[in-house]
Nanobody, 126 residues
Framework: QVQLVESGGGLVQAGNSLRLSCTYS???????MAWFRQAPGKSREFVASIPRSGETGIYLDSVKGRFTISRDNKNALFLQMVSLKPEDTAVYYC?????????????????????WGPGTQVTVSS
């Protein structure tokens, strides 16, 4: 059974940085991995995805240049976040697909992902 667990969330001041991690356990299969987030009172939104380790990520426009997604060759996914803003406050979710997506429209859909972590809270104070 595939399980994803996020870590690294917390409370930071605007302008600071955080690095989120996600570890994946269970039967390995190729597939894109992604980060989504959900702010209070809002629907879940795509943040970033990466097809395979070492490949270029796909990003939400508002995080381009501030967030960097990466993954290793084993079972970890990361999201380096710098210059954080109060509007980045949300629960951040790690997700894994059973398919590798290079099309940004497919990569950004939450229906494209089969497995989800429970989420980690990121709070950015002004």
């Amino acid at each position: 059974q595939v399980q994803l667990v996020e870590s690294g969330g917390g409370l930071v001041q605007a302008g600071n940085s955080l690095r989120l991690s996600c570890t994946y356990s269970g039967r390995f299969s190729a597939g894109s991995m992604a980060w989504f987030r959900q702010a209070p009172g809002k629907s879940r939104e795509f943040v970033a995805s990466i097809p395979r380790s070492g490949e270029t990520g796909i990003y939400l426009d508002s995080v381009k240049g501030r967030f960097t997604i990466s993954r290793d060759n084993k079972n970890a996914l990361f999201l380096q976040m710098v210059s954080l803003k109060p509007e980045d406050t949300a629960v951040y979710y790690c997700a894994k697909a059973n398919t590798i997506y290079y099309d940004s429209r497919l990569a950004a859909r939450d229906q494209s992902y089969a497995y989800w972590g429970p989420g980690t809270q990121v709070t950015v104070s002004s």
